[in-house]
Nanobody, 120 residues
């Protein structure tokens, strides 16, 4: 049974940093590309970072240079390190395995997400 469990969210001041984790079970983790998505209130879900099976990464322009995606195949876990956070980064963050391209397609049922709030 597939399960995605995001953790590490919280309230951070502008300019702060945070690391999100996503533990994936039942997913053939090491054979899949993985990505982080986010959804702000009133907006559609967007893909912000993607990592391939080979470790290549790609980022949305809005987070490039501030967010870093990584993976640990031994732990079936994908991470999102975020620095220089801005109020516009406030959203519910999810992980999933994208189907193709840098678009918000996804392979598995969504987890509960991790809430990031950037506010002073």
């Amino acid at each position: 049974q597939v399960q995605l469990v995001e953790s590490g969210g919280g309230l951070v001041q502008p300019g702060g940093s945070l690391r999100l984790s996503c533990a994936a079970s039942g997913t053939y983790f090491s054979t899949r590309d993985w990505a982080w998505y986010r959804q702000a209130p009133g907006k559609s879900r967007e893909l912000v970072a993607r990592i391939t099976t080979a470790g290549s990464t790609k980022y949305a322009d809005s987070v490039k240079g501030r967010f870093t995606i990584s993976r640990d195949n031994a732990k079936n876990t994908v991470y999102l390190q975020m620095i220089s956070l801005k109020p516009e980064d406030t959203a519910l963050y999810y992980c999933n395995s994208p189907l193709g391209g840098f678009v918000a397609t996804y392979r598995y049922p969504w987890g509960q997400g991790a809430q990031l709030t950037v506010s002073s």
